[in-house]
């Protein structure tokens, strides 16, 4: 059998790449539990990533983000349940996308790792302890790529580390030899091996102090311009996503709240939560802000409140907030910038 080699690299990305999508999430609902006692996890979330984009996803604690990631990627294990929705993956040169929702578990197999890849929060701690990095990473190969030889297995474990700015020889070192920067590194490199189309990162750098997290998304931003690589990164800092991300999606209680550039986000969030979660955080850099935190605490998701699911905790509370709940719907005349929030539409009279 004749396996095709891997490529060194894929054309770079240009500014997010002319915008054709790579991933489109549409109506995407997950419960954990069924019947009566099911929580809904996820509701009617509708997201796109384009091809060569970093995507920021934040939110607090509970909000979805993981579940959003392992639902996407297939992981989601019981009791979590995808009940609705598509999520629409576009092949490199295919004509129309398939639904990963419809994939057989033979074709399931393939889009991971091959098409898509996800580092989890707190990776850098799964390193098998007993292997050294060589073995580990050469294993991904092994696994995926049967027709490699075991030269090639080792020269692309070298080129990985390579990539991700770790010295060669480290190939033999166990993890417990490697800082736990170098053992995230080490996570994102055995996730770039079989050269995706997209990097999911789910919080992948919270155990790391504040400068190791940002050395290692420069560098993670480095290599999506060299290999072209999509990203969706997930944290709750808001700050991190401010300075790396294309684009920011907010989460709050199982939906999406806001979706902007990044940019639009840092300048003018629309939606007072989003407004709340940039004031919880420092800003690496610019002016200062006053830190003020949002009061409260997020919602129980067996005990959603009536209409809109931020509004008792919400500054700008008024008369449809606590009645009706706002969809995610675009800012009229505003490119790519949705929302959802009362202040932003025209709520319905009764
Ligand atoms: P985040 O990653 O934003 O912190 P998660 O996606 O982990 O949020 O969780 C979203 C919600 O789903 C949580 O509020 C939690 O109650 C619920 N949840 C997550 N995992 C499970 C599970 N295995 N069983 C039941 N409920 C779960
Ligand atoms: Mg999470």
């Not at 300075?243 to 990044?262: H, K, L, W």
């Amino acid at each position: 059998m004749i396996t095709p080699p891997v490529p060194e690299t894929r054309p770079a990305a240009s500014a997010a790449a002319g915008r054709s999508p790579v991933l489109e999430i549409r109506g995407l609902d997950v419960d954990y539990g069924l019947g009566d006692s099911a929580v809904h996890a996820l509701q009617g979330i509708d997201l796109t990533l384009h091809r060569g984009e970093v995507l920021g996803l934040a939110g607090e604690s509970g909000s979805g983000k993981s579940t959003l990631a392992y639902a996407v990627t297939r992981l989601l294990a019981p009791p979590g349940v995808i009940t609705g929705g598509e999520v629409r993956y576009h092949y490199r040169d295919a004509a129309a996308p398939v639904d990963i929702l419809d994939l057989t578990p033979q074709e399931l197999r393939r889009f991971r790792w091959n098409e898509t890849s996800i580092v989890f929060q707190g990776a850098m701690n799964s390193l098998n302890p007993v292997h050294k990095v060589a073995t580990q990473l050469t294993d991904v190969l092994k696994t995926h790529r049967p027709g490699m030889s075991r030269a090639d297995r080792l020269e692309r474990a070298r080129e990985l580390l390579r990539l991700v700015g770790i010295a060669a020889d480290r190939l033999d070192s166990y993890p417990h030899q490697l800082s736990g920067g170098m053992r995230q590194r080490v996570m994102i490199a055995m996730a770039l091996a079989l050269d995706p189309e997209i990097v999911i990162m789910d919080e992948p750098t919270t155990a790391l102090d504040v400068v190791m997290q940002r050395q290692i998304l420069q560098q993670l931003i480095r290599l999506r311009e060299e290999l072209g690589f999509s990203v969706i990164f997930i944290t709750h800092d808001i700050s991190l996503l401010i300075e790396f991300s294309d684009r920011i999606a907010i989460m709050y209680g199982g939906r999406i709240v806001e979706q902007a550039p990044a940019a639009d986000i840092y300048r003018d969030a629309h939606h007072p939560y989003s407004h709340g979660l940039l004031h919880s955080f420092p800003a690496l850099h610019g002016p200062r802000r006053a830190l003020t935190g949002i009061p409260g605490s997020p919602p129980d998701l067996k005990a959603m409140p009536p209409g809109c699911a931020f509004n008792p905790r919400c500054p700008k509370a008024h008369e449809p907030c606590a009645r009706d709940l706002p969809l995610l719907t675009p800012l009229p005349g505003a490119e790519d910038r949705s929302v959802a929030c009362w202040l932003h539409h025209p709520a319905p009279t009764r």
